[in-house]
């Protein structure tokens, strides 16, 4: 019912730049939270960053003042844009969207089918 495609990962060398892009689609009433979350081989996903409808933003430690979160409600996309890269970095990052399809309904999680962001030394 709700698609989260995600762009922009890719290989970058450490100190460098990306910026990730992710774009809900489907039905869609409303969007409360929207927020990239990562997963390294052999460790479990962790929360990167995350925004809700209003603007609140909250960041991993690891990532504050190198990563912003940013959204566009217009076009329910949420974005990330990384700097200062490290190779500890490279990941899949997954988005995520929490949706309500109707007014008055329970919100439900979707997630993205992951990008790979790889950070070389």
């Known amino acids: 019912q709700v698609q989260l495609v995600e762009s922009g990962g890719g290989l970058v060398q450490a100190g460098g730049s990306l910026r990730l892009s992710c774009a809900a689609s489907?039905?869609?009433?409303?969007?409360?939270?929207m927020g990239w979350y990562r997963q390294a081989p052999g460790k479990q996903r962790e929360l990167v960053a995350l925004?809700?409808?209003?603007?609140?933003?909250h960041y991993a430690d690891s990532v504050k003042g190198r990563f912003t979160i940013s959204r566009d409600n217009a076009k329910n996309t949420v974005y990330l844009q990384m700097n200062t890269l490290k190779p500890e970095e490279t990941a899949v990052y997954y988005c995520?969207?929490?949706?309500?399809?109707?007014?008055?309904?329970?919100?439900?999680?979707?997630w993205g089918q992951g990008t790979q962001v790889t950070v070389s030394s």
């Open positions: 995520t969207a929490d949706v309500q399809g109707a007014r008055g309904t329970i919100p439900y999680d979707y």
């Open positions: 489907g039905i869609i009433f409303s969007i409360n939270s």
């Open positions: 925004i809700t409808s209003d603007g609140r933003i």
